[in-house]
């Protein structure tokens, strides 16, 4: 009776150990994803901020691509793109800078003087520095998290705006 009793602790013993083992195995294999996708996720989000903040300047300046449209301005204290838009109701300047950790567009009449923190926030964003090189527009946006992203765009009208 004895050897039953201890055969049957033994057993029961293997089956908690194979049970732990398991147990500590699909742990790991959860922990390992997890991780996975935690880095991939971060990744992506990195992609889709660069993506977006290109998309968005070349969106800008193909829709002011005209002749003395476009330049490149010193707006507060940082680098702002200039959009001039003259119609006939008016003369209008759209800046697109960087200002308290977020890219900010403001629209607004030419003889209006607004401050920096009056535009929009668009995205988070630390830096923007911009070049204008003959037809060749430069920009450069640094990420929250370091990152930068540049963007070389041909100004297509031909001339840029004389600042």
Known sequence: MKKRSTQYQLEALIALLLFTVFAVCVLTVLLT???????IN?????????RTYMQYMAA????????????????GSSDALS???RT???NYITHV??????????YASESASLNPEDGEK???????????NGNLLTATVTDTDGTDSTLHMS???????EV
């Open 88 to 90: 006939a109701g008016g």
């Open 60 to 75: 800008r300046v193909r829709q002011a691509d005209t002749i003395n449209g476009i330049a490149v301005e010193k707006f």
């Open 33 to 39: 994803g997890a991780n996975a996708y935690s880095r």
């Open 97 to 106: 800078y960087c200002y308290d950790g977020y890219l900010m567009e403001l």
């Open 122 to 132: 668009i995205m988070e964003a630390n830096k923007l520095k911009l070049s204008m």
């Open 155 to 161: 100004v297509r009208s031909g001339k840029a705006a």
């Open 42 to 50: 971060e990744r992506d989000q990195a992609t889709y901020n660069q």
């Open 83 to 85: 959009l001039y838009s």
